[in-house]
């Protein structure tokens, strides 16, 4: 097998009635080609032609009555590339020549008696097959390239639009949509020659649309799930595409099964509804319509994030330009007068709206819709509640919430799998829900809020709750926890072991869940974005997951008051101040062995950042002199005594590499404008700096 | 062999074998950092100092707008600067290391020397640089040995923040 051989991977078919004679030239062909397949009758190879889309065919004589001027033109319609030899032997050479002449046929040749000539023939459609090939994507490239994007796009809202056709079938507008849609990537796929195939597959998903439109066919659940399972294809298929692959045998098997598909829903579309079925809130609804036509990435173009970091990155360093400036004027204040004093209040004036309005549009621009990151949900509650012959209605609330890129792409992976988790686990089936005197279709409630910098993400259901017992027992027996400790656990303790690795309660591994692995992903990728997940239950009434994440910042900006203790400058953000008291208003008190002092009737630890880390009180000396910031963050408060305040800033906060990323309490740096280096207190850390605070004010 | 690079001096009188470095005095030790590491040198300028005291870095300094931790020379060498009189420290030495910069302060820079390998003797470098793992090999050249600092061993540092017995902001 020569270079070219080993760059060839694509078929060739034999046509040949005698299967002795297939055997002696596939033997031939095994040096130069790994897929060869035979066929006995034209017939079969024809319709094989149009699947697999063979480069070389090669067709014996004697002459089949199929082996008509017409034949080979419906061979080479539907694959333009396709090479034919003719073999046989030489007296039938001249019955055959005029497919030779009209190029239908690339030459004859008769292997049984000049192997050599026939090897170096197959040699040169290899090779020429390749050279086609390189040039087409050479040519092509480009035109795949923006092809796959406009297809992605068009096809990213496929599956809510058939969704919404399935709630009202009769919804024209949805129609029309999905099929302007449908006919847009038709066409495209039609001009490429490696998605002929996805033209295909479109051409008979725009036909049933057609039907549909005419109202002769139903958009039926069983309608909906061929439509639902072609838009998953084709999305396949482009993502092959952006590869400048052929797709693989195993995926055109899949598109002509549903080709078949379709064909068979042509016959009869007025199939049964099945009984599980999925929806979107009415409002959601109603505003997705014909008017929704454009989706978001078609009014815009598409930034990469790290652009946007760049641009978010030289906003900020405006701000630090902003904040030198003021510093600037206001150590040269003698030096000008009342009229040049106003013009410089003027100008930082201005250049402090422009900076705040700059950095509030470019975290905007970072935004996504949650409508879009959780547009996949119904259909994997449609498909599972269908799976599992349950009933189940989703609704979801507040999507319309922007989060960053970052989080939408975890979230869009941890919803799929709590979602799955409620329909399967956490709903009973209908018979178990009327029994229970609840509704025979169960609700699974997704809830997005926003609130104070924390994102708020809840799932629930109505359903059975989670059975405490039925966690410690599995908790027990697999190792995970001692039998001991059963009885003192704590519901949320119990629940917590639900987000253990590999742990399951479903006895049971089905293709829905009972492999143990979601939930633990779920928490160690909400982990990673510094935030919680927290499970709440109650027998016979439901459960909800409650995921709560830090709006992230690539450029954190904050209002920050700086501090001075000894010859380090501490930036403490504005929101985690409480109060700033000087120490000779307090009184201090000493409980084992940790400073405290009373803040809002509660008992609360102080110290400078070195005291509250080492919690040793040895240079415990001129109090008086210093000032007390009270931080507080969530439930925790603490106090940090410090020498001196210096100022107030828009701080621009830098964090950390790698050398300084461990330094206990603090989250990066801001240059002052002096050109001076303040460290910024993390108020979450900082509040951990001293666990016993909390206890102190137990105690008290 | 030795050679020393002037500034004007083609870099193709080098050998293949031979390393590059930039040799530098602190305190009685003549150093040598790795010419690729090297990001540039300038005037040092005003360390903030860290909240909390580490076993390796003083703090971070402004470098035209970039945030830079400077590491403490004295501590990557295990020299005990209490007993000596004080340095002056007027330059800074800016790395990168696998993408991370930072600073170190240096007493002098001197020049920039190409060595090859038989420079390097196979004489144990804790003899030489009481112990500290951030030196890898000794040179010995006409001005004495040269202690080759290792810095990739810097980053492993970041880790000993936290567990470091700085004894506090004192």
């Known amino acids: 097998m020569d270079v070219a051989d080993k760059e060839f991977s694509e078929y060739i078919f034999v046509l040949s009635k005698d299967q002795e004679v297939f055997k002696s030239i596939e033997i031939l062909l095994r040096s130069h080609a790994k897929k060869v397949r035979h066929f006995s009758t034209p017939e079969e190879m024809l319709v094989e032609v149009r699947k697999k889309r063979p480069a070389i065919l090669i067709v014996g004589l004697p002459a089949d009555p199929f082996l008509s001027v017409e034949f080979f033109e419906q061979l080479t319609k539907p694959v333009p590339h396709l090479k034919t030899v003719l073999w046989g032997t030489a007296s039938e050479q001249e019955a055959t020549s005029k497919f030779v002449e009209n190029k239908l046929a690339e030459s004859f040749i008769d292997p049984t008696s000049d192997s050599k000539n026939f090897d170096k023939k197959i040699s040169e459609l290899i090779e020429k097959r390749i050279a086609e090939k390189r040039a087409d994507l050479l040519d092509m490239g480009e035109i795949i390239d923006l092809f796959t994007e406009e297809a992605t796009q068009l096809f990213g809202d496929l599956d809510q639009l058939l969704l919404q056709l399935e709630q009202i079938p009769l919804n024209v507008g949805v129609v029309d949509i999905l099929f302007r849609k449908i006919h847009s990537v038709k066409g495209g796929a039609n001009s490429i020659s490696i998605t002929q195939i996805l033209g295909a597959l479109n051409h008979e998903f725009e036909s049933a649309l057609t039907l549909v439109k005419k109202g002769e066919l139903l958009s039926s659940s069983d309608t909906i799930n061929v439509f639902l399972v072609a838009a998953d294809l084709s999305r396949k298929l482009i993502e092959i595409a952006k590869t400048k692959e052929e797709p693989s045998d195993e995926i055109v098997d899949q598109v002509f099964k549903c080709i078949d598909n379709f064909k068979d829903l042509k016959k009869d579309g007025n199939l049964p509804h099945s009984e599980a079925q999925s929806t979107q809130p009415t409002a959601v609804l109603a505003k997705d319509g014909a008017s929704n036509e454009k989706s978001q990435e078609e009014n815009g173009v598409w930034v990469s994030n790290e652009k946007l970091d760049s641009f978010m990155r030289l906003s900020g360093e405006l701000i630090v330009l902003k904040n030198y400036f003021r510093s600037f004027c206001k150590d040269n204040q003698h030096r000008v007068d009342e009229s040049m004093s106003r013009k410089l209040n003027d100008f930082t004036h201005s250049i402090n709206k422009i900076s705040d309005n700059q950095q509030a549009e470019i975290m905007s621009v970072r935004k996504v819709s949650l409508d879009h990151t959780f547009k996949k949900l119904p259909r994997i509650v449609r498909q599972t509640s269908q799976d599992l012959g349950k009933k189940v209605k989703l609704v979801m609330i507040g999507t319309d919430l922007g989060v960053d890129k970052t989080i939408a792409n975890v979230l869009s992976a941890c919803m799929t799998h709590m979602v799955r988790n409620c329909v399967d686990h956490g709903l009973e089936g209908p018979h178990e829900r009327e029994s229970c005197g609840k509704s025979h279709e169960g609700n699974v409630e997704i809830r997005a809020v926003e609130d104070r910098g924390i994102i708020q993400i809840t799932v629930s259901d109505d359903g059975r709750g989670i059975d405490r017992q039925r966690i410690l027992n599995k908790a027990i027996q697999n190792g995970l926890l001692p039998a001991e400790k059963k009885d003192s656990l704590r519901d949320h303790e119990i629940f917590d072991l639900l987000f253990l690795p590999g742990f399951s309660t479903a006895e049971k591994i089905t293709n829905i869940s009972g492999r143990g692995v979601g939930l633990d992903v779920v928490r160690s990728e909400i982990l990673n974005l510094n935030g919680t997940v927290r499970l709440d239950s109650e027998s016979g009434k439901g459960s909800r997951f409650t995921l709560e994440i830090p709006v992230p910042k690539t450029v954190v900006v904050e209002q920050a008051v700086i501090t001075k203790y000894m010859d380090t400058l501490i930036a403490v953000p504005l929101s985690a101040v409480a109060k700033i008291v000087s120490c000779k208003d307090l009184t201090f008190n000493e409980m084992n062995h940790i400073k405290t002092t009373q803040f809002n009737d509660k008992t609360i630890s102080v110290g400078t950042y070195s005291q509250l880390m080492s919690r040793n009180y040895d240079d415990w000396l001129d109090v008086d002199s210093k000032t007390l910031l009270v931080l507080s963050h969530k439930d925790k408060t603490l106090g940090l005594l410090v020498d001196s305040i210096q100022d107030q800033i828009e701080a621009v906060i830098r964090p950390f590499g790698a050398l300084m990323k461990n330094l206990p309490g603090f989250k990066g740096t801001t240059v002052l404008g002096d050109d001076s280096i303040a460290y910024v207190v993390s108020p979450e850390d900082f509040s951990n700096l001293d666990q016993r605070s909390e206890k102190c004010a137990e105690v008290a | ?170």
Not at chain 2, 41 to 49: D, F, G, T
Not at chain 2, 127 to 139: E, L, P, Y
Not at chain 2, 154 to 160: D, H
């Open chain 2, 1 to 170: 062999m030795e050679k020393t690079i002037d500034q004007s001096g083609p870099d193709s009188q080098i050998g293949l074998s031979e390393e590059k470095f930039l040799f530098c005095q602190d305190r009685k030790n003549l150093l040598a950092i790795p010419v690729e590491q090297i990001v540039e040198v300038v005037l040092s300028s005003r360390i903030s100092a860290l909240p909390k005291k580490t076993k390796h870095l003083i703090g971070a300094t402004n470098l035209r707008g970039e945030v830079l931790p400077v590491l403490d020379i004295d501590s990557l060498l295990e020299e005990s600067s209490a007993n000596e009189t004080s340095v002056q420290r007027k330059y800074a030495v800016i790395l990168s290391i696998s993408g991370e910069k930072f600073a170190l302060q240096i007493e002098r820079v001197r020049r920039i020397v190409s060595l090859n390998q038989s420079c390097f003797s196979g004489e144990n470098t804790a003899d030489f640089a009481h112990g500290s793992t951030m030196v890898s090999r000794i040179a010995k050249t006409k001005d004495g040995n040269v202690l080759i600092l290792d810095l990739n061993h810097t980053l492993k540092l970041s880790n000993t923040l936290n567990t470091s017995n700085g004894a506090g902001d004192e």
